[in-house]
């Protein structure tokens, strides 16, 4: 029978994760001024460390990722350029299409593979030189909807090299790049050395409660900064959060192979379990992804699953995504995979 749960493990994002007693009390005493003006002492050292972090020279925080890839887009082109992005991208896939509606760019994709890599020749071919002209490349890494895939410094320098030798600039969406750092056994900045403007998440794997940061030139985050007062991303006493997510940047790290080491034993527990086909792209970071076979409902899993104290979402009807973070310990990840195994021989039963 169900087992009576009093904690929930909350496998659907890296996003829900709350804050630490550690992270709150750093909270609580942070200094802060008007960021408007500059004068945020905690969103400066933030944004100082965070460039350090990956190797550029100026960063700016934001309030989310979706506003740092719209705020890097409006920054690098004009009205009427193009932005060339992946297939499964979540620029082109969860942001609204914000580039085209808020931007005027016209958005062209080229397909990712299941691993979330880019075959440089299609990228070659859908670069176009006059009306609209390429402007931007943007690569994600790790890659969401292709198994949170980390997509290795080789992959990136050959598309760079393309886009270098066109001035075409190289954005890298790495919302977790710290987790794909983390899987390379890299260091931050070197992964994203060839590119032109980073962003990163510090709400997802890092833990914090909120904001992104984009990451370039001197001269690019202060065009940026323009930007960003634009589409309403300019915050005052933002050091209230800023400090939270500079004890994320800065205790949190390390510890990301943790979740990758629980996100694999998670695949193992499922694999082999009845009607489950798990990603091909394999599992490098923190996301386990698997198809559920056409005779079992996604919904009846995820509310079965749910009924005993396991959340998790689903990217289609019948593609279920689980992801590991700091708030699920090894101990969770054996309890979940349990559930899991009962779920879904009880659904096998009632099919057979
Ligand atoms: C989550 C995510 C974003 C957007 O971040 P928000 O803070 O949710 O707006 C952008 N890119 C990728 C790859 C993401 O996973």
């Excluded at 890296?14 to 005493?29: E, F, Y």
């Excluded at 066109?166 to 987790?179: E, F, K, M, P, V």
């Excluded at 082999?272 to 996604?298: I, K, R, Y």
Aim: with cysteine; hydrophobic share 35%; proline share 3%.
């Amino acid at each position: 029978m169900i087992e009576n749960m009093n904690n929930i493990i909350d496998l659907r994002s890296d996003t829900v994760t709350k804050p630490s007693q550690d992270m709150r009390l750093a909270i609580q005493t942070a200094d802060v001024g008007d960021d408007h003006s500059g004068e945020d002492p905690s969103v400066n050292r933030l944004e100082s460390v965070a460039a350090e972090f990956t190797g550029k020279e100026a960063a700016l925080y934001v309030p989310s990722g979706t506003m740092s890839n719209l705020v890097a887009l409006l920054t690098h082109c004009q009205r009427g350029d193009e932005v060339i992005t992946g297939s499964e991208s979540h620029i082109s896939n969860h942001e609204g299409m914000g580039a085209f509606v808020l931007g005027g760019f016209s958005v062209r994709t080229v397909t990712n593979d299941f691993r979330g890599r880019i075959n440089p020749l299609d990228i070659r071919e859908a670069c176009r030189t006059e009306w609209p002209t390429t402007k931007v490349i943007c690569l994600e890494n790790t890659h969401n909807r292709c198994g949170g895939s980390a997509i290795p410094k080789s992959e990136i320098a050959e598309i760079s090299a393309l886009a270098r030798e066109r001035g075409i600039q190289l954005h890298i969406d790495g919302a977790r790049i710290a987790n794909a750092a983390v899987a390379l056994e890299t260091d931050v900045a070197s992964l994203v050395d060839d590119a032109d403007s980073v962003s990163f998440c510090f709400s997802k794997g890092l833990g914090a409660p909120v904001g992104s940061v984009l990451c370039g030139t001197q001269d690019f985050i202060k065009e940026a900064r323009h930007n960003r007062r634009l589409v309403g991303g300019a915050m005052r006493q933002s050091g209230v959060i800023a400090e939270g997510a500079y004890y994320a940047l800065t205790h949190n790290f390390d510890r990301l192979a943790e979740d990758h080491e629980n996100a694999q034993l998670l695949r193992q527990r499922i694999e082999g379990l009845p009607g489950v086909t798990l990603d091909p792209a394999g599992c490098d970071t923190n996301l386990v992804f698997f198809e559920l076979d056409s005779q079992f409902s996604g919904d009846v899993f995820r509310s079965r699953l749910s009924e005993r104290g396991v959340r998790c979402s689903g990217t289609s009807k019948q593609r279920v995504r689980m992801v590991c973070h700091l708030d699920v310990s090894k101990t969770d990840i054996e309890r979940a995979a349990k559930f899991i195994g009962q779920v879904l021989h009880e659904m096998e039963d009632e099919s057979s």
